[in-house]
């Protein structure tokens, strides 16, 4: 029975995974060169809990998105205009539209009809998603989360969270997030390691996931989409392996993408490992064991600001990567790894 449900899950999924050209995370162009997903559009109609009374979303979409010049420009805009402006409600009282705008706060709900009603008013189709988050400490909130898909073009949108992009809460303190675009655009091996969806339709995946294996899944920081690291690298290798990740650093972000990196928290003594990275111009790199940094300069110079390092782990040795603009003194550590034998 287990295998026939698997098989009408996967049926469900298949054709709907599909995408255009993914961006360049430094330093590509959005507006034209966008990863967007296949997905046919629900019958049903929207999850809508407050009508509009106090104002004119058109004229709200009309200012927000001056100057832009189809859906994908947009839906951006309005999304970066909403992260940038609302907060998080952490009284959690403020759940529509109207009241969200208003104070300029509100929780996910509020945050989700925000943005549907000043993109609908744009004339562009946004649909909810609802289901349960896990944050990158690993808590699972079951209690609910929404989030957002929307169509760029016929048949084909893409995914947001804007109550995640906005920023956290820590305590009882909202912090904004330095880049909202983090969670703008996700990509859906991506948004499986955080956001499950109660319908199997949003999963957009090729290999559709049960909500237990979901529960089950390590915690997978944000900062992998940050360095440009391939989703489905990390996809694969913590639903056959079973692996942990190593520990990521915020302090490197902008200056380097880990291209193909060792995806597992320690690595073994005697082992040797391929680390591919590209980092900005005018930047430097190294590979510290504890004892040696290995520089820019012993790295083989790929083109293009990509670098190659084969390394043997010794014993005694604790690796880390590390990253600085030429004009900084102070290195950013970026990943660290531990050591086994």
């Known amino acids: 029975m287990k295998k026939i449900l698997l098989a009408v899950i996967a049926l469900l999924a298949?054709?709907?995974?599909?995408?255009?050209?993914?961006?360049?995370?430094?330093?590509?162009?959005?507006?034209?060169?966008f990863a967007s997903y296949y997905k046919l559009p629900s019958k049903s109609k929207p999850r809508i809990s407050s009508s509009t009374y106090n104002y004119n979303y058109s004229e709200i979409a009309k200012t927000i998105t001056e100057g832009c010049t189809n859906d994908y420009q947009?839906?951006?805009?309005?999304?970066?205009?909403?992260?940038?402006?609302?907060?998080?409600?952490?009284?959690?009282?403020?759940?529509?539209?109207?009241?969200?705008?208003?104070?300029?706060?509100?929780?996910?709900?509020?945050?989700?009809e925000l943005l549907y009603k000043i993109a609908s008013a744009a004339g562009i189709k946004v649909e909810f998603v609802d289901g349960m988050s896990k944050d990158k400490t690993g808590y699972i909130e079951k209690k609910g989360h929404s989030w957002l898909f929307a169509y760029t073009s016929e048949d084909h949108g893409i995914f947001m969270d804007p109550t995640w992009g906005a920023g956290y809460v820590e305590g009882n303190t909202f912090f904004r997030r330095k880049n909202c675009l983090t969670w703008f655009n996700v990509d859906p091996e991506w948004l499986i390691f955080s956001h499950y969806p109660r319908d199997i339709?949003?999963?957009?995946?090729?290999?559709?996931?049960?909500?237990?294996e979901f529960m089950a899944l390590p915690p997978v920081s944000d900062l992998c989409m940050e360095y440009g690291i391939h989703p489905h690298n990390i996809y694969e290798s913590i639903r056959k392996e079973g692996n942990t990740l190593p520990k990521f650093y915020s302090?490197?972000?902008?200056?380097?993408?880990?291209?193909?990196?060792?995806?597992?928290?320690?690595?073994?003594?005697?082992?040797?490992?391929?680390?591919?990275?590209?980092?900005?111009?005018?930047?430097?790199?190294t590979l510290n064991n504890g004892a040696v940094s290995i520089r820019k300069q012993d790295w083989k110079d790929i083109d293009n600001g990509e670098y190659l390092l084969k390394h043997t782990v010794q014993e005694g040795e604790s690796l880390s990567i590390s990253v600085k603009?030429?004009?900084?003194?102070?290195?950013n550590i970026v990943v660290n790894y531990g050591i086994e034998q």
């Open 14 to 33: 298949m054709g709907q995974y599909a995408k255009a050209q993914t961006v360049d995370t430094l330093g590509g162009n959005q507006e034209e060169n």
């Open 74 to 112: 947009k839906i951006k805009a309005i999304y970066q205009w909403i992260c940038e402006n609302i907060s998080y409600d952490t009284s959690f009282k403020i759940r529509t539209a109207d009241a969200c705008y208003q104070a300029r706060k509100g929780i996910c709900q509020a945050y989700n």
């Open 201 to 212: 339709t949003f999963q957009l995946i090729d290999r559709p996931m049960y909500q237990q």
């Open 251 to 285: 302090k490197g972000q902008g200056l380097i993408d880990l291209i193909d990196i060792p995806l597992r928290k320690n690595l073994k003594i005697g082992e040797t490992y391929t680390f591919r990275v590209r980092i900005k111009p005018d930047c430097n790199l």
């Open 325 to 331: 603009e030429e004009s900084n003194e102070y290195w």
